[in-house]
């Protein structure tokens, strides 16, 4: 399967999806939403034998908020907040693997 259309994709317009949401309701929290979110990503990676790290890598790097201008914006604060989580596990990941 190529990049384009790699199962990433879902994780990416999931997270983006989160974000709007978040952004809209002042009544969620972020870190539940973040643990939530990465909670479907392991379900995704551990659905299936292909790059993991890749996966995440690839996701990471499609949610990372591109418009540093409206740093304020809870969406933002959102995908940035993902990103990192995602930072994170793939450094978990390349440690473990």
């Not at 879902?10 to 969620?28: H, P, S, T």
């Not at 790097?61 to 990103?83: E, N």
């Amino acid at each position: 399967m190529s990049a384009k259309l790699g199962p990433y994709v879902q994780m990416v317009k999931l997270g983006r999806e989160m974000a709007l949401r978040y952004e809209k309701d002042r009544n969620l929290a972020l870190q539940p939403l973040i643990s939530h979110y990465l909670d479907e990503v392991e379900v995704n990676i551990a659905s299936d034998a292909f790059d993991h790290r890749g996966f995440m890598e690839n996701i990471r790097d499609d949610l990372r908020p591109r418009t540093p201008a409206i740093a304020d914006c809870r969406r933002t604060a959102f995908l940035q907040a993902a990103t990192d989580a995602l930072d994170a596990r793939v450094e978990r990941h390349a440690l473990e693997g």
